[in-house]
């Protein structure tokens, strides 16, 4: 039975079906308010929420929202995100090739740790509602994880800093949110428990939870799902990425490599031989 001109037209329109945006001529609704209404009174990171999870997110839950977002848009030109921007924008590109260069090297190395927190502090939390108690739960849930992603802990340690300034800042916050009741504070708890359980397995020295841990920890409380989280970060780098390109075009230069041009790379090839041939 061939299909009627309203079944084709319904298959049309469902082709793209999205509980996202609803749009006619002079009318554009995201999740169901006009975007009039929100244009003024909604912030970027509220809007993020409405997009990603459906419905607007309390004050609160904003806050730390915002609050993760900001603290990992830079962490300098030894980021390989950003020094590929700055070395796109040398090239003679635009922008958004810059800023897509950049972006599609957040990985797993590199972009996924926060990801791979959440999982890990989800996984953990299950254990929990299975019984085990914290300590049990966190090594269980750490040696998981290592076995998953290996011995590099995701959202703890850092190759540079000590102590990731970032990371003491966010947790405050995520207290002080739970003592208000916008979040439990149990992925803070959860958190801390791989701290101390890291350094248990490391004779007492600290390996302190970094900025990826930190907002791992907030994007639990707040609900979004492991996968969001990394989609988070690259949304939170973009900011430097962008400012970093934008600055690098007014810097000029051209073709800059990831080392200046008087170093040359370290070469252990072949020495020096003759083409099979051409001897003599």
Not at 66 to 78: C, I, K, S, T, Y
Not at 93 to 104: C, E, P, R, T
Not at 207 to 229: K, Q, S
């Amino acid at each position: 039975m061939s299909a009627t001109a309203e079944e084709v037209k319904r298959g049309v329109q469902d082709w793209w079906r999205t509980s996202i945006i609803d749009m006619a001529p002079g009318s554009i609704r995201y999740r169901g308010y006009p975007i009039q209404e929100l244009i003024g009174n909604v912030s970027f990171a509220q809007m993020i929420w409405l997009m990603t999870r459906g419905e607007l997110p309390s004050a609160g839950e904003a806050r730390l929202l915002d609050a993760a977002l900001m603290a990992a848009v830079d962490h300098g030109p030894q980021a390989p995100s950003i020094a590929i921007a700055r070395m796109a924008a040398t090239c003679g590109v635009g922008l958004n090739n810059a800023m897509a260069s950049a972006v599609n090297v957040l990985g797993d190395v590199h972009g996924g740790a926060g990801e791979q927190a959440v999982e890990m502090y989800v996984d953990i939390a299950r254990r929990m509602d299975a019984g085990e108690k914290l300590q049990v739960a966190a090594g269980a849930g750490l040696d998981e994880a290592i076995g998953r992603h290996g011995k590099f802990v995701s959202g703890f340690g850092h190759r540079f800093h000590p102590i990731d300034p970032r990371a003491p800042r966010l947790l405050e916050l995520v207290d002080e949110a739970a003592q208000a009741g916008v979040v439990s504070g149990r992925f803070a708890l959860i958190g801390r428990a791989v701290e101390d359980v890291l350094a248990s397995r490391k004779g007492g020295r600290r390996i302190p939870m970094n900025i990826d841990g930190a907002t791992a920890v907030i994007y639990a409380e707040l609900g979004f799902p492991a996968p969001l989280a990394r989609g988070l970060f690259c949304l939170s780098r973009s900011v430097g990425i962008l400012a970093h390109a934008w600055e690098q075009t007014q810097q000029g230069g051209r073709n800059k490599g990831p080392i200046p041009r008087e170093y040359l790379w370290s070469y252990d090839g072949p020495a020096r031989r003759p083409l099979p041939g051409s001897e003599g």
